[in-house]
């Protein structure tokens, strides 16, 4: 009886793993997707510093700016999510097994432990993911002293002081 309940504990706890894998794998794509885009951005904006652009593309970048943000925002919000969500599970897992001397060939230690890899992981990403917020802000800082400087260079124009 008590092995048939640890067989059936650690096959649940092996599908929660899988599913932390799969969750991990998501982040992990979503972060390098916004690092690209980070890095697409950073070069519009240096080519803008360099030739100031009209109205229109600074619009687009202002859009593809807010999207990114949000998109990041969302990306924060589900990294803190999945360590709660894992932090509970560790927490049970540990409260299940009982011992803190565990038998290093007990299956449920072996779990605790690459549950516990997942949870230094989902740390990382999640500070990563806070290291590309902090990029992602860096670039609305430059985006709006660049939409300022074509602000002032139209308004220039328009009152004929740089024909």
């Known amino acids: 009886m008590q092995i048939s309940k640890l067989v059936n504990e650690t096959t649940r706890l092996e599908s929660a793993q899988s599913e932390v894998e799969r969750q991990l794998e998501y982040i992990e794509t979503q972060q390098r997707d916004l690092g690209c885009a980070l890095d697409v951005y ?32 969302s990306l924060n919000h589900q990294l803190d999510d999945m360590s709660r969500a894992l932090t509970s599970m560790i927490d049970d897992v540990n409260r299940m097994s009982g011992d803190t ?38 670039v609305a800082k430059l985006q709006d002293n660049v939409s300022a400087k074509l602000d002032i260079h139209h308004q220039g124009k328009q009152s004929g002081l740089l024909d």
Do not use: C
Not at 47 to 70: F, M
Not at 105 to 131: G, K
């Open 42 to 73: 950073e070069k519009q904006v240096s080519a803008a510093l360099v030739e100031i652009t009209g109205g229109t593309e600074r619009r687009l970048a202002d859009d593809e700016r807010a999207k990114a943000y949000d998109m990041a925002s």
């Open 101 to 138: 001397g565990r038998v290093a060939d007990d299956p449920l230690a072996q779990v605790v432990q690459i549950l516990d890899a997942h949870l230094t992981s989902l740390e990382w990403v999640d500070r990563n993911a806070s290291d590309l917020s902090a990029r992602i802000d860096a």
